[in-house]
C-alpha cells in the first residue's frame, strides 16, 4: 500500500469533529473538533428573525466552515487516500441546483434555513400523512416522524410556497456537503433509506409534497465513491493524493465497522444527545412493533438493519446540570453526580422519570411527547432526581430491546459506543442491571469519525470491503459490563411501572394538551425576494 492517511468526518448537533488515521497502521495521528458558528437556532435566526415554538435550524455555512477548518488542519501536505463522512439525520436544507443554499440569498426566511433532526415544528404534517397511509409507511412501522426528510419537506411547501419553488434541491446536510467537496450530487441510500423512505425499485413515495420528488435523486450505496476532492477544496485545505470521497452516511450508523459490528445479531448503541440503535440481520423479517425502521444494504451491504433510537439521552443529563441547576463546568458537575449517583440502591431515590424530553421514538413515534417524574417529595434532592434520568435512559433502551425481541429480531451481542459510554460507567453499569444483559464498551476513540474514515477507505479501494476495514481500523478491545442480579430483580418492577406510565393514554393526551397553552406566534416567515 501507498503511505497514506484517511480523514474521517463526524458532523454532530453542535460541533463536527475529525480524525486522521494512518492508512498503513490504523492509527489515529490527529483529531480536531469545531463548533458550528451559529450552533442550533431555536429561539431567533442570526438577523433576529424569531423563531416560533418547535423549530430547531442551522447555517449550511456553518458546515463548510468546520469542513475547512478540520481538512486543513489534518490533510495538509498529507496525501490522503480517503474521505468519509457521517452527518446528524434528517437535517435537510433547501438549495439551488448548483448547490447555494437559500439561507445565504434569504437570511431572515426560517424556512430557507437547514432544519435539524430535532426540528419538532414539523409533528402535525407527518400526522397528516400518517393518517392518509399509503405502502410506503409499511418499512416505518406506519408512522413517518418529524425528525425525518418529508414532514419537513411538507411543512415548507405549504407554509412558505413561493420558497418551496425556489428550491431546486431539497437535499440532506450530508449529501450537501459532499456535493460542496466534489462538485458532483451523490446522494446516500441510508439518508434515502431511512429518513425519506426510498425503496429499491419504487423509489420515493409519490404525491406527498408536490414536487418533492424531483428535488431528491437517486442514491448511491452504502461504501460508493462519490468522487474525490475538487480543485476548489484542494486549494483550501491543502490536501494532497487520490482524496476520494465517499458517500455520506448517517452519524449514528457510521460507527457500526469502528465498533467491531459486522455480522448479524449485533445491535449497536450510538449514545450522544440522542441515541441511536442498529441491529444487523442477514434475514428479511416483518418490522417488529415499535421500531422505527429497516432497510437494507442502508447501514452495511448485505444486511438488514432495524433502527430504533430515544430523541433524548445525552441532553437530558444536561438539561438537568445546565438548564435546571445552571452548572457551567459540566465535566466538574457530571463528576459529582455520578459520584453521589452511584451511592444510591436501585430504587432508593423513590423516582421513576419517563425519558421524553424531546419526545418519544419508540415505540410510539411522537416527537410532541414531554418528560415525567414521577414520586418526588420533600426529601428529593438533585442527585435523586439525576439518578431516575439515568435509569429513565435504561428503561428507555429496555423498552426497544424488548421490542427487537418481541418481533423475532435476535439480539445476540449489544455493544455501546460514543463518549458517554467511555466517560460514564455508571450509566453502562445500571443499563447492564436493566437490560439484565452482558454489554460490551468498545475502546477506541473517536468511533464515529474512525467510522466514517473506514467508509473513505472502502470508497478509495484501500480496504475490499467493511468487514477488513472494521479489522484493520476498528476497536481491538472492549470493557465488559454485567448485571448485578440483585439490582436487575428492583428494575423488573421499576421498569414494568415504568412501561405502565408509557402506555398511559390519558398521560399521552394531557402532555399534548399542554401544547395548546403555548403562545404561537401567527407568522415568523419573510416572503423571499
Same mark, same amino acid.
Given at each position: ?157 405549504? /407554509? ?36 425519506? $423512505? ?41 490536501? /494532497? ?101 452511584? /451511592?444510591?440502591?436501585?430504587? $432508593? ?79 453502562? $453499569? ?100
Amino acid at each position: 500500500m501507498t503511505p497514506g492517511f484517511l480523514i474521517g468526518l463526524d458532523y454532530g448537533t453542535q460541533s463536527a469533529r475529525g480524525v486522521l488515521v494512518d492508512a498503513e497502521s490504523g492509527a489515529v495521528v490527529a483529531s480536531h473538533t469545531h463548533a458550528y458558528r451559529h450552533g442550533t437556532l431555536s429561539a431567533a435566526l442570526p438577523d433576529g428573525t424569531p423563531l416560533a415554538p418547535g423549530w430547531a435550524l442551522q447555517c449550511a455555512t456553518d458546515y463548510t466552515e468546520a469542513a475547512e477548518a478540520i481538512l486543513g488542519r489534518l490533510g495538509r501536505g498529507r496525501q490522503v487516500h480517503g474521505i468519509g463522512l457521517g452527518f446528524t439525520a434528517s437535517s435537510p436544507l433547501p438549495a439551488r441546483a448548483d448547490g447555494t443554499p437559500l439561507s445565504t440569498l434569504h437570511p431572515g426566511a426560517p424556512h430557507a434555513y437547514v432544519k435539524l433532526w430535532k426540528h419538532q415544528a414539523a409533528q402535525p404534517w407527518a400526522e397528516r400523512i400518517n393518517a392518509r397511509g399509503g405502502e410506503f409507511l409499511r418499512p416505518v412501522g406506519g408512522k413517518l416522524s418529524a425528525e425525518w426528510l418529508i414532514a419537513k419537506a411538507a411543512q415548507m411547501a405549504d /407554509e412558505s410556497p413561493a420558497l418551496w419553488q425556489q428550491a431546486e434541491r431539497f437535499i440532506e446536510g450530508g449529501d450537501w456537503l459532499v456535493r460542496q467537496f466534489t462538485g458532483e450530487e451523490a446522494r446516500s441510500l441510508g439518508f434515502a433509506a431511512y429518513k425519506a $423512505q426510498y425503496l429499491p425499485g419504487r423509489g420515493y413515495p409519490q404525491g406527498l409534497v408536490e414536487g418533492l420528488e424531483e428535488r431528491l435523486g437517486p442514491p448511491l450505496p452504502i461504501g460508493s465513491r462519490a468522487g474525490r476532492l475538487n480543485a476548489d477544496w484542494r486549494a483550501r485545505t491543502g490536501i /494532497e493524493g487520490e482524496a476520494a470521497v465517499a458517500v455520506a452516511v448517517i452519524d449514528s450508523h457510521v460507527v457500526m465497522p469502528a465498533a467491531g459490528a459486522t455480522s448479524a445479531g449485533t445491535l449497536v448503541g450510538a449514545l450522544g444527545t440522542s441515541a441511536a440503535f442498529m441491529l444487523l440481520d442477514d434475514v428479511e423479517r416483518p418490522l417488529p412493533s415499535g421500531i422505527e425502521g429497516v432497510a437494507r444494504d442502508g447501514v452495511l451491504p448485505g444486511f438488514w438493519c432495524y433502527e430504533a433510537g430515544q430523541a433524548g439521552f445525552g441532553d437530558m443529563l444536561e438539561w438537568q446540570l445546565r438548564g435546571l441547576l445552571q452548572h457551567t463546568d459540566l465535566d466538574r458537575g457530571f463528576a459529582h453526580f455520578n459520584a453521589q449517583a452511584a /451511592e444510591l440502591r436501585p430504587g $432508593q431515590n423513590h423516582l421513576l422519570a419517563l425519558d421524553w424530553w424531546n419526545g418519544c421514538r419508540v415505540p410510539l413515534g411522537d416527537a410532541s411527547l414531554s418528560g415525567l417524574l414521577v414520586g418526588m417529595n420533600l426529601q428529593t434532592t438533585a442527585v435523586d432526581v439525576y439518578r431516575a434520568l439515568l435509569e429513565a435512559l435504561c428503561f428507555g433502551t429496555r423498552r426497544i430491546v424488548d421490542c427487537f425481541t418481541a418481533g423475532g429480531a435476535p439480539v445476540e451481542r449489544i455493544l455501546l459506543t460514543s463518549g458517554l459510554s467511555r466517560n460514564n460507567p455508571l450509566l453502562m $453499569q445500571l443499563m447492564a442491571d436493566v437490560l439484565g444483559r452482558r454489554l460490551q464498551v468498545p475502546l477506541i476513540d473517536h468511533a464515529t469519525a474512525v467510522g466514517a474514515a473506514i467508509h473513505g477507505a472502502v470508497a478509495a479501494g484501500v480496504v475490499r470491503d467493511f468487514a477488513e476495514g472494521a479489522q484493520r481500523y476498528g476497536a481491538k478491545s472492549f470493557v465488559d459490563y454485567r448485571p448485578d442480579p440483585e439490582a436487575h430483580a428492583v428494575y423488573e418492577g421499576l421498569y414494568r411501572q415504568y412501561v405502565g406510565l408509557a402506555d398511559n393514554a390519558g398521560l399521552r393526551r394531557a402532555m399534548h394538551a399542554l401544547d395548546s397553552f403555548v403562545p404561537n406566534p401567527s407568522s415568523f416567515e419573510s416572503p423571499p425576494k
